[in-house]
């Protein structure tokens, strides 16, 4: 298991812009997959980004590609999330994850670790 605490979270007008980050606390972060996930109110959780544990290999969900870059430092054992041009869809609890097993990076069932979430809030 590792820890994961999520920040950066907010309320932004739509079009602007907001920078997620994932702290972990594993001496091993390097071999870990990390992805981001969201729930909105109502919905089930969705896969939004993953990044694999050389950051080579990426993954987007098609809602975001284009507007959403996830990027990781394996010295820093943090994972960010920038967010451009947010609409009001991405409101969200966003959740960091982490996987050591490996799996497809959109499937939830692939992460052992999750962090408690934060909170995007994008105004219409």
């Known amino acids: 298991q590792v820890h994961l605490v999520e920040s950066g979270g907010g309320l932004v007008q739509a079009g602007g812009s907001l920078r997620l980050s994932c702290a972990a606390s594993?001496?091993?972060?390097?071999?870990?997959?990390v992805g981001w996930f969201r729930q909105a109110p109502g919905k089930e959780r969705e896969s939004v980004a993953a990044?694999?544990?050389?950051?080579?290999?990426?993954y987007y969900a098609d809602s975001v590609k284009g507007r959403f870059t996830i990027s990781r430092d394996n010295a820093k054992k943090m994972v960010d999330l920038q967010m451009n041009s947010l609409k009001p869809e991405d409101t969200a609890v966003y959740y960091c994850?982490?996987?050591?097993?490996?799996?497809?990076?959109?499937?939830?069932?692939?992460?052992?670790?999750w962090g408690q979430g934060t909170q995007v809030s994008v105004s219409s």
């Open positions: 994850a982490a996987s050591y097993f490996g799996g497809r990076y959109d499937f939830a069932e692939s992460y052992e670790s």
């Open positions: 594993v001496l091993t972060f390097s071999t870990y997959t």
């Open positions: 990044i694999g544990w050389s950051g080579d290999s990426t």
